[in-house]
């Protein structure tokens, strides 16, 4: 597939409650370039200050790659430190920005995603993946260890599994994925768009205030230890049972009422 040169590295959709943002550098295999990198950002950062939207899907154009990482022509281009080190620097930012969304970020993966591209899907709250998809942090077998990737791959599949991948460059299959945590899901090619927008949509319909302060809590607590981790969720959790819309839904559970219709709210 070839992309006209005028043509944006991100494109951007809404569905009802659901921001789709497209990858869209086919003919790069949708390396992150610095461009991309920065559109990213700038979406997030208007995603951020939106209460429109409850969700968002990051998917990519065309059927050989979500992603291969950083574009190493790009990189390739200089041997500037700083330049290099402004690059990783925005990527690394544009990556804890998704934690930081209100909105649950969902990677829909429907074929290789490799190097910064893994870090991308392991950085994202959740992550479908068809069953033809592949993970590598195979920076390696270019001569340079992924660092920055193993940053959110290592927090998802832990420290051994993380390192083998990031030794070896070797690829998973989904159900490997699946299995050490680097994806949420797994389905038939043939499902994956309408899986992930099943699953966005089911998200987009919860009380959006618990699905934020719930998402900002969890990532939180999972840098403290077991006790503060405690204490900290069980404030949280009072504070939240005291709100409306958990006393609305409350209620109708216990008086076998309707379910509170959130969607609007």
């Given at each position: 597939?070839?992309?006209?040169?005028?043509?944006?590295?991100?494109?951007?959709?809404d569905?009802?409650?659901?921001?789709?943002?497209?990858?869209?550098?086919?003919?790069?295999?949708?390396?992150?370039?610095?461009?991309?990198?920065?559109?990213?950002?700038?979406?997030?950062?208007?995603?951020?200050?939106?209460?429109?939207?409850?969700?968002?899907?990051?998917?990519?154009?065309?059927?050989?790659?979500?992603?291969?990482?950083?574009?190493?022509?790009e990189?390739?281009?200089?041997?500037?430190?700083?330049?290099?080190?402004?690059?990783?620097?925005?990527?690394s930012?544009?990556m804890?920005?998704?934690?930081?969304?209100?909105?649950?970020?969902?990677?829909?993966?429907?074929?290789?995603?490799?190097?910064?591209?893994?870090?991308?899907?392991?950085?994202?709250?959740?992550?479908?993946?068809?069953?033809?998809?592949?993970?590598?942090?195979?920076?390696?077998?270019?001569?340079?260890?992924?660092?920055?990737?193993?940053?959110?791959?290592?927090?998802?599949?832990?420290?051994?599994?993380?390192?083998?991948?990031?030794?070896?460059?070797?690829?998973?299959?989904?159900?490997?994925?699946?299995?050490?945590?680097?994806?949420?899901?797994?389905?038939?090619?043939?499902?994956?768009?309408?899986?992930?927008?099943?699953?966005?949509n089911?998200?987009?319909?919860?009380?959006?205030?618990?699905?934020?302060?719930?998402?900002?809590?969890?990532h939180?607590?999972?840098?403290?230890?077991?006790?503060?981790?405690?204490?900290?969720?069980?404030?949280?959790?009072?504070?939240?049972?005291?709100?409306?819309?958990a006393?609305?839904?409350?209620?109708?559970?216990?008086?076998?009422?309707p379910?509170?219709?959130?969607?609007?709210?």
């Open positions: 597939m070839t992309k006209h040169p005028n043509e944006p590295v991100l494109l951007r959709r569905e009802g409650r659901v921001a789709i943002l497209t990858l869209n550098r086919p003919h790069a295999m949708n390396a992150l370039s610095g461009d991309l990198i920065d559109a990213l950002q700038t979406e997030f950062d208007k995603l951020a200050q939106d209460r429109e939207i409850r969700c968002v899907v990051i998917e990519a154009q065309g059927d050989r790659a979500f992603s291969t990482g950083h574009d190493l022509r990189v390739a281009s200089t041997r500037d430190y700083a330049f290099h080190h402004g690059l990783l620097t925005r990527c930012a544009m804890m920005s998704i934690q930081r969304l209100p909105q649950p970020v969902i990677a829909k993966v429907k074929a290789v995603a490799t190097a910064a591209g893994c870090q991308l899907v392991a950085a994202c709250d959740l992550a479908v993946a068809s069953s033809e998809a592949t993970f590598a942090t195979s920076g390696i077998n270019n001569g340079l260890f992924c660092g920055t990737p193993s940053v959110s791959v290592g927090r998802n599949v832990g420290p051994k599994r993380a390192l083998d991948m990031l030794f070896t460059g070797e690829f998973v299959d989904a159900a490997t994925a699946l299995r050490d945590g680097l994806v949420s899901r797994v389905v038939p090619i043939a499902e994956l768009d309408l899986a992930t927008m099943a699953l966005a089911r998200i987009a319909s919860q009380p959006p205030q618990q699905i934020a302060e719930g998402k900002a809590m969890f939180r607590h999972m840098t403290m230890e077991l006790g503060q981790a405690y204490a900290y969720a069980t404030e949280f959790m009072a504070g939240a049972i005291q709100r409306e819309d006393q609305a839904g409350i209620d109708a559970f216990v008086n076998k009422k379910k509170p219709d959130w969607k609007g709210r």
